[in-house]
């Protein structure tokens, strides 16, 4: 079984920067794909950062050189830094997890609200 935590979420002025948390509940002895995905009202889900289990990490080109998602293996929990936030980045914010060579991820976190005021 696996479980995904977010926490971080919160309000913040554009410009403004917040760091998004993810634990992650999961066996060890499988090769994990871990992701950030977010979804605004009236929008469909969108993937915002993915990283491989051997670091590499892949961006939506609306948040290069913005946000940075890494991981600590060592406390199972993936990490979100967003700086220079803009309003558009205001979104439900999910942490997603598949196990590598999984076309589609499979686990999903409950999510955690990010609003961005002009």
């Known amino acids: 079984q696996v479980q995904l935590v977010e926490s971080g979420g919160g309000s913040v002025q554009a410009g403004g920067s917040l760091k998004l948390s993810c634990a992650a509940f999961r066996d060890t002895y499988s090769s994990w794909c871990m992701g950030w995905f977010r979804q605004a009202p009236g929008k469909e889900r969108e993937g915002v950062a993915v990283?491989?289990?051997?670091?590499?990490?892949t961006y939506a080109d609306s948040v290069k050189g913005r946000f940075t998602i890494s991981q600590d293996n060592a406390k199972n929990t993936l990490y979100l830094q967003m700086n220079s936030l803009k309003p558009e980045d205001t979104a439900m914010y999910y942490c997603?997890?598949?196990?590598?060579?999984?076309?589609?991820?499979?686990?999903w976190g409950r999510g955690t609200q990010v609003t961005v005021s002009s």
């Open positions: 990283v491989e289990s051997d670091g590499s990490a």
């Open positions: 997603a997890a598949k196990r590598c060579g999984w076309l589609e991820f499979g686990y």
